[in-house]
């Protein structure tokens, strides 16, 4: 049976590795694998079922029996934590402030990178995260990090939020992506960090269609070479 063909998206908040791959994966017909949205839905149940996440006990035990889908839908994907469909929930202010310490967290993590690595199972995916060329595909077919300036960071993300309807300011979105980077990076487990072997792309001065044309191109010319 031929191997799967598996493409590893690390980078920063807001730096467009997710527009990228969500991109990339409906024009190659691959399967797009967001595992910030994975965090972001344990996060979501853990506020909703008023969880105190540094209780061990409580948390594994929330952990045990969680269940993520993805399901596509209308050609967008949805995500799906036990039957709920969480899709603009898990995008909610109240997740963004907590899913970085609770994705810093070793058992949260040991257990979605083995729902990840199940997903992967013969299909061909482009993951994106941050720990996904490092720790979850270090062996995977293209792995690339993708990095941005800071300040267009926090523009691409306020400009979001205000899309959403979000009453936020400038000012917090930056704060709030300097506090994500430092615990993202800083953190005990599986931080964020460019690995030797990960192409290098800052999208700081790049356009959507140019950066997806890029990534799409490489992907290309990389799977051809197999
Ligand atoms: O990509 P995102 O903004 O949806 O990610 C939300 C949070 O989840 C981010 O603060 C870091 C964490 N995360 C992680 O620790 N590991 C991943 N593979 C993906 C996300």
């Known amino acids: 049976m031929k191997k799967n063909f598996i493409v590893a998206i690390d980078g920063y908040a807001g730096s467009g590795k997710s527009t990228i791959a969500k991109e990339v994966a409906k024009r190659l017909n691959f399967f797009y694998l967001d595992t910030g949205a994975m965090y972001r839905a344990i996060t979501y149940k853990i506020i909703k079922e008023r969880i105190n996440y540094q209780n061990e006990e409580e948390l594994k035990r929330l952990l045990k029996n969680i269940k993520i889908n993805f399901k596509e839908e209308k050609g967008k994907i949805r995500v ?4 709920e469909d969480v899709t603009e929930k898990i995008r909610e202010p109240e997740v963004e402030k907590l899913v970085s310490p609770i994705s810093a967290i070793k058992i949260v993590r040991e257990k979605l990178v083995k729902l990840q690595r199940n997903i992967a199972r013969q299909k061909n995916i482009i993951a994106e995260g941050r720990d996904i060329t490092s ?16 300040k267009e960071r926090a523009k691409r993300r306020f400009k979001e939020a205000k899309e959403k309807g979000y009453k936020i ?9 300097i506090i ?8 005990k487990y599986s931080p964020l960090r460019k690995t030797a072997d990960s192409i290098y792309l800052d999208t700081t001065n790049l356009t959507i269609e140019e950066e997806v044309d890029l990534v799409k191109s490489l ?7 197999r």
């Not at 799906?80 to 039957?83: E, I, P, V």
């Not at 994500?180 to 953190?187: H, L, N, V, Y």
């Not at 992907?219 to 070479?225: A, F, M, Q, R, V």
């Open 219 to 225: 992907i290309e010319y990389l799977k051809g070479k």
């Open 135 to 150: 720790v979850v595909f270090p062996k995977a077919d293209v792995k690339i990090f993708v990095d941005c300036q800071l």
């Open 180 to 187: 994500r980077d430092k615990i993202d990076q800083g953190r």
């Open 80 to 83: 799906y934590l036990d039957s």
């Open 169 to 177: 300011k400038f000012r917090e979105v930056l704060k709030n992506l």
